[in-house]
T-cell receptor, first 115, second 113 residues
Framework: DAGVIQSPRHEVTEMGQEVTLRCKPI?????LFWYRQTMMRGLELLIY????????DSGMPEDRFSAKMPNASFSTLKIQPSEPRDSAVYFC?????????????FGPGTRLTVL | DQQVKQNSPSLSVQEGRISILNCDYT??????FLWYKKYPAEGPTFLIS?????DKNEDGRFTVFLNKSAKHLSLHIVPSQPGDSAVYFC????????????FGKGMKLTVNP
């Protein structure tokens, strides 16, 4: 049974370029989370979807970040334009229920480097 | 302002001994706590959780203790095994899960054979 799938696994880009990260949640899961991990701030929630609807985007750092979930099996996190301080590991997670305390299943992450 | 703190960035123990990982929180609204384990190049995986109505929860070699008055929880691993070497994240949130979890920065555990 496939877990959460993220692509690409690694992304190196130059400042100012658009970056799109992709996530396929576990089939049947109703909630999807995008997290960012940095040394300074640890693991932070960026945005949370329930039944494909964005519920909480208070963690999105600024307007350069946007996320979509057009259907139950796909989500994207876009950064435009990217900046060096966006360099981090971005995780997507999904859960069966709608509570943040439900077990979240994380993907392997996308390591983003912005030069 | 960190609401969930894992003050020690790393811990090294011998195989077979006890590993104790600590976590402190500041928000009194937190009443559900989770531990996630993360191996290199993988995402975090859920390990164990505890609700504030309990002060202890066990799952095999893993036990989590909660001291609400001290706003402190700890994860005990007994006996520690080399495969337990990973980064451990403590997370906290309100019961019911209506608000996002707050994660600590993680602690790297190394279990030496």
């Amino acid at each position: 049974d496939a877990g959460v799938i993220q692509s690409p696994r690694h992304e190196v880009t130059e400042m100012g370029q658009e970056v799109t990260l992709r996530c396929k949640p576990i089939s049947g899961h109703n909630s999807l989370f995008w997290y960012r991990q940095t040394m300074m701030r640890g693991l932070e929630l960026l945005i949370y979807f329930n039944n494909n609807v964005p519920i909480d985007d208070s963690g999105m750092p600024e307007d350069r970040f946007s996320a979509k979930m057009p259907n139950a099996s796909f989500s994207t996190l876009k950064i435009q334009p990217s900046e060096p301080r966006d360099s981090a590991v971005y995780f997507c997670a999904s859960s069966l229920g709608g509570a943040h305390t439900d077990t979240q299943y994380f993907g392997p992450g996308t390591r983003l480097t912005v030069l | 302002d960190q609401q969930v703190k894992q003050n020690s960035p790393s811990l090294s123990v011998q195989e077979g001994r006890i590993s104790i990982l600590n976590c402190d929180y500041t928000n009194s609204m937190f009443d559900y706590f989770l531990w996630y384990k993360k191996y290199p190049a993988e995402g975090p995986t859920f390990l164990i959780s505890i609700s504030s109505i309990k002060d202890k929860n066990e799952d095999g070699r893993f036990t989590v203790f909660l001291n609400k008055s001290a706003k402190h929880l700890s994860l005990h691993i007994v006996p520690s095994q080399p495969g337990d070497s990973a980064v451990y994240f403590c997370a906290a949130g309100p019961q019911g899960g209506s608000e996002k979890l707050v994660f600590g920065k993680g602690m790297k555990l190394t279990v030496n054979p």
